[in-house]
C-alpha cells in the first residue's frame, strides 16, 4: 500500500514528465540481457562445450534415449529439477527465437547476437533429434516423480531416465504443434548466418505442423507421465494455430495464413479472450502474431477481416494488462506487479512484457493509439508499462530484491535448483546420492553455493512479499520459459536507453504511474 501511495504522491509533487523520468530509477538492461543468456547454459543437458561459460556446471544425462534406442543427449532442464519437458522447452526456444526475430538489431548492438543464437540452437538440435520420424516426436526424457524424489546435482543423476514419445497413435498436436512454431521460429533466425540449417529447421517444422495437424489429440493423454506437470489445460487448438502462424511467417506461403484463418473461430483465436500468455495457453501471443498480419499490404478481403478480428482480441489482452478494459484486468499487487497467481507468477509478467513490447511497435508502425474501453493509450505508454514490470523484476519494488538472479545486489540466493544448491562438481567431485542431497544440501539455511545467474524466479506474492528459502519452491524455483521473453525487451529497452530515446517512453507514461 505505501508503495502505490508514494507513486500517486510523486505524480501530483512533480508534474513534469521529466521530472518523474528522473526519479525512476536506471538499470543497465545490457547487463540484465547479458545475465539473462548465462542461464541458458547453467541448464544445458547433455555434453557441455569448451566455450561454456558457466563453469560450475559439468557434462551430464549423456545416456538419454539410450533404453529406448534413441539419441536424446542435450537440450535444456526445465527448471529446480532434471526433467526434460517437450513442451514447456519448446514454448521457450519460440519465445527466444521471437525475441532475435523483433529485436536482433538490438541484441546485436548489446553484444549478445552470438550468446543469443547459442541459446536457441541448444534447443533446436535437440529437437531435430527428439523428431526421430515425420510422425514420431519424443516429447519428455525423465519422469516428475522419480526425479522429484532425489535432490541431485545433473552431473550425479541416478534417476529414471526414461523417455516418452508421441507418434500417430498416441498423438499431441500441442506438443508437435509448439515444436513446429520453435522450428519455424528459429528457421527465421538462422536464415542468413547459417542457411542449411535454417532449411534443416524448416523442413522438421512442416513435417510437425502436419503430423499435429493430421492427427489429433492431447499430448498428455497420450503421456501420463506428463499429466501432474505439464498437462495441456487449454488443449491443442491454440498451439495449431500459432503453428501455422509461425510457418507462415518463415515460408510466407499462404495455406499456413489460410488454415489460422479459417479456423481462427473453430479453434478459439478469435473467440478467447484471456488475460494470461503461458507455455500452455498461447492464445494471446497468437492473436499479437496475428495483429502483426495487418500490417501486410497484400491481404485479401476476408484475411483481413478475420485478422481484424483477431486484432480485437489482442486489446483484449493487452488492455487488460493496463488495467484499461472495463472490469476484466489483470489484477496488481501494491508495487503494481501484474497478478495472475500465486505459484510462478513471474512468468505470466515477462511473457506480458514480451507481447507489450512487440504491441507498442505494432501501434508506432500504424501510427495508430491503442483504444481501449477505459480510455486511449499511446505506443510509448504501452512499452511503458512493459518497463515497469521490467523494473520491478530488476528492483523497483517493494522488497527491493531483483527476481533476475544474480543482477544488482540483492537477489534470491536460495533459488530452489538442484544443481545450483549443491557444490559444484568441478571442486567436489564426490558421488552425491538421491536422498543425501535433501539432507546435507536441501535443508540448509545457507545460501546456495552457486548463483544461478540470469534465472528469473517465481517471485512475490499478490502482496509484494517474498520468502528467500530453497522450500518456498512457488516463488524461489526459477523456470527456462520465465527468462526466455525477457531477452527480448532487455534489448529493447537497452537501445532505448542507449540512444536516450528512454526518457521519451518514460515521461509519456503519466497513466501507467497513475494506475499504481
Ligand atoms: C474504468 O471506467 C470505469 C467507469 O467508466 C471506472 O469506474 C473505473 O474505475 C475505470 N477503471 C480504471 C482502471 O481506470
Ligand atoms: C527499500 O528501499 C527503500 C528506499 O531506499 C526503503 O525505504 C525501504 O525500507 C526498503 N525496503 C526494504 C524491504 O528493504
Redesign the pocket.
Known amino acids: 500500500m505505501e508503495f502505490s501511495i508514494f507513486f500517486i504522491t510523486l505524480m501530483f509533487l512533480f508534474t513534469s514528465p521529466a521530472t518523474i523520468a528522473s526519479l525512476v530509477q536506471e538499470f543497465s538492461y545490457q547487463d540484465a540481457l547479458s545475465k539473462s543468456l548465462l542461464y541458458f547454459e547453467a541448464q544445458r543437458s547433455g555434453h557441455l562445450p569448451y566455450n561454456q561459460r558457466v563453469t560450475w556446471r559439468h557434462h551430464s544425462g549423456l545416456t538419454d534415449g539410450l533404453q529406448q534406442g534413441v539419441d536424446l543427449v542435450g537440450g535444456y532442464y526445465d527448471a529446480g529439477d532434471h526433467v526434460k519437458f517437450g513442451l514447456p522447452m519448446a514454448f521457450t526456444i519460440t519465445m527466444l527465437a521471437w525475441s532475435v526475430i523483433e529485436y536482433g538489431d538490438e541484441t546485436t548492438a548489446a553484444g549478445e547476437y552470438k550468446h543469443a543464437l547459442e541459446s536457441i540452437k541448444w534447443g533446436t538440435d535437440y529437437f531435430i533429434k527428439a523428431h526421430t520420424k515425420p510422425y514420431v516426436l519424443w516429447a519428455e526424457v525423465g519422469d516428475g516423480d522419480t526425479d522429484h524424489y532425489c535432490w541431485q546435482r545433473p552431473e550425479d543423476m541416478t534417476t529414471s531416465r526414461r523417455a516418452y514419445k508421441i507418434d500417430n497413435e498416441n498423438p499431441g498436436s500441442d506438443l508437435a504443434g509448439e515444436t513446429a512454431a520453435a522450428l519455424a521460429a528459429a528457421s527465421l533466425v538462422f536464415r542468413k548466418s547459417n542457411p542449411h540449417y535454417s532449411h534443416l529447421l524448416l523442413h522438421h517444422a512442416q513435417q510437425l505442423f502436419e503430423f499435429g495437424d493430421k492427427y489429433r489429440g492431447r499430448y498428455d493423454s497420450s503421456i501420463a507421465a506428463v499429466k501432474s506437470y505439464y498437462a495441456s489445460v487449454s488443449g491443442y487448438k491454440d498451439e495449431l494455430l500459432w503453428a501455422a502462424f509461425w510457418l507462415h511467417r518463415a515460408t510466407g506461403q499462404s495455406n499456413y495464413l489460410d488454415y489460422a484463418v479459417d479456423k481462427a473461430h473453430c479453434f478459439g483465436g478469435t473467440g478467447w479472450a484471456i488475460s494470461e500468455f503461458s507455455w500452455d495457453v498461447k492464445y494471446a501471443g497468437v492473436q499479437i502474431m496475428a495483429v502483426q498480419n495487418l500490417l501486410k499490404k497484400e491481404l485479401q478481403p476476408n484475411q483481413k477481416h478475420i485478422l481484424e478480428q483477431y486484432k480485437t482480441k489482442a486489446e483484449h489482452y493487452v488492455c487488460s494488462c493496463l488495467?484499461?478494459?472495463?472490469g476484466e484486468?489483470v489484477d496488481r499487487t501494491p508495487g503494481g506487479l501484474l497478478y495472475i497467481r500465486q505459484w510462478n507468477n513471474m512468468q505470466y509478467v515477462s511473457g506480458a512484457a514480451f507481447l507489450l513490447t512487440v504491441f507498442s511497435d505494432f501501434l508506432k508502425s500504424m501510427g495508430t493509439d491503442l483504444h481501449c474501453?477505459?480510455?486511449t493509450v499511446t505506443s510509448n505508454q504501452v512499452l511503458s508499462f512493459a518497463k515497469s514490470q521490467v523494473d520491478y523484476i530488476l528492483g523497483s519494488n517493494p522488497m527491493n530484491m531483483s527476481y533476475l538472479v544474480g543482477f544488482g545486489t540483492k537477489y534470491p540466493k536460495r533459488v530452489h535448483h538442484r544443481g545450483a544448491s549443491i557444490v559444484s562438481y568441478k571442486e567436489n567431485k564426490g558421488f552425491i546420492g538421491c536422498t543425501q542431497g535433501y539432507d546435507k544440501w536441501y535443508g540448509r539455511r545457507d545460501e546456495n553455493p552457486n548463483v544461478l545467474v540470469g534465472a528469473l524466479v517465481g517471485g512475490p506474492d499478490c502482496q509484494d512479499n517474498f520468502g528467500d528459502e530453497r522450500g518456498n519452491y512457488m516463488q524461489t524455483e526459477a523456470c527456462t520459459y520465465n527468462t526466455a521473453p525477457l531477452v527480448g525487451v532487455f534489448a529493447k529497452l537497452h537501445a532505448l536507453s542507449d540512444g536516450s530515446r528512454l526518457q521519451e517512453v518514460v515521461s509519456s507514461s503519466a497513466y501507467a504511474y497513475d494506475?499504481y
Do not use: A, E, F, T
Not at 323 to 326: A, E, F, H, I, Q
Open positions: 488495467g484499461m478494459n472495463k484486468n474501453p477505459n480510455g494506475n
